[in-house]
């Protein structure tokens, strides 16, 4: 079994190794390697590092050195680079969110937003696990229900964060999405993102009417109006609607998905870049 620490017990070694609890014994008293450390309780606790070596050395013996010959180049080999506690806590919420584990995964969302800052956990963490789960679902490896419950709980937590987003010090942006669009969440972070530059955050969220989009428009007179969907055909539709607005309102869409950028430009609005992180250092105030 496995130490609480994460270290792993000699029968847990030896199993993985292929080398009996006997011979790692005498390995370390003779040459030093494996070097454990002892729980509180006394049990010799072997890391990643000492399996890797282990391995190293019963290669070598295979290949005809002295075990003595073996365990020094086994032990002068490398370092491996450290694991960062960001990849850690990554590792610990992908396996939360793919088991439904609500619980889990809220822990290792308090760990990543206390170790790293909101664009960091965003930049390096939930991003890429949302565009590999989404690469995962279209592969069959991921299931809907997955997909929908990770997307779901984060969207949560950026909500969470989002809670003063309207009291910024700086100017007005107003974030909607497109008739007919649901996918909200990428546009949630952008909020995110953007609040902590500075920006004062008026959300509208998915699947937003034009007209009410107009109304919100006139009422809070926003410097900039950013708009969201992943559908071409979508932004095509509301073309002319979108134009009129800029006539009045400076308006931004991220060229995300098929989106490209001239397609935005013939609609009258600012194509922005498809990643967030790049698309809210721009619109730094």
């Known amino acids: 079994m ?17 080398v009996s609890p006997d011979l790692l014994r005498a390995w370390e008293q003779r040459y030093g390697l494996p070097r ?25 013996i295979g290949q005809g050195l002295s075990a003595a010959e073996a365990a020094r180049q086994a032990r002068t080999a490398p370092e491996p680079p450290p694991r960062s506690p960001v990849s850690d806590i990554a590792a610990r919420l992908r396996a939360a969110l ?23 956990a965003l930049a390096e963490v939930l991003i890429p696990y949302l565009h590999d789960l989404g690469k995962r679902w279209a592969a069959g490896s991921a299931s809907v229900a997955q997909e929908h419950f990770a997307a779901s709980l984060i969207r949560g937590r950026l909500l969470g964060l989002a809670r003063d987003w309207g009291t910024g010090p700086g100017p007005s942006v107003l974030l909607a999405c497109l008739p007919g669009e649901d996918h909200d969440l990428g546009l949630v972070a ?29 009422t809070l007179d926003p410097a900039l109006v950013v708009l969201h969907t992943l559908n071409p055909g979508r932004l095509d539709r509301h073309a002319a609607d979108i134009r009129g607005l800029a006539a009045g309102t400076p308006v931004a869409i991220p060229a995300a998905g098929a989106l490209d950028p001239d397609r935005i430009a ?20």
């Not at 454990?36 to 072997?46: E, N």
């Not at 530059?197 to 699947?207: M, S």
């Not at 990643?275 to 105030?285: C, K, Q, V």
């Open 2 to 18: 496995n130490g609480t620490d994460g270290g792993l017990r000699i029968g847990e070694l030896a199993r993985r190794t292929g």
């Open 36 to 60: 454990p450390a002892r729980s509180p309780g006394g049990f010799r606790l072997y890391s990643r590092d000492d399996e890797a070596r282990v391995r190293r050395m019963t290669e070598l």
């Open 190 to 218: 952008f909020g995110v993102l953007v609040a902590r530059r500075g920006w004062r955050v008026t959300f509208l969220g998915a699947d937003t009417p034009l007209d009410a989009l107009a109304d919100t428009v006139r």
């Open 266 to 285: 013939a609609a009258g609005a600012r194509p922005l870049p498809a990643d967030i992180i790049t698309a809210a250092r721009e619109l730094t105030p």
């Open 98 to 120: 793919d088991s439904f584990d609500d619980q889990a995964a809220h822990a290792a969302l308090d760990r990543l937003f206390a170790t790293v800052s909101v664009e960091a």
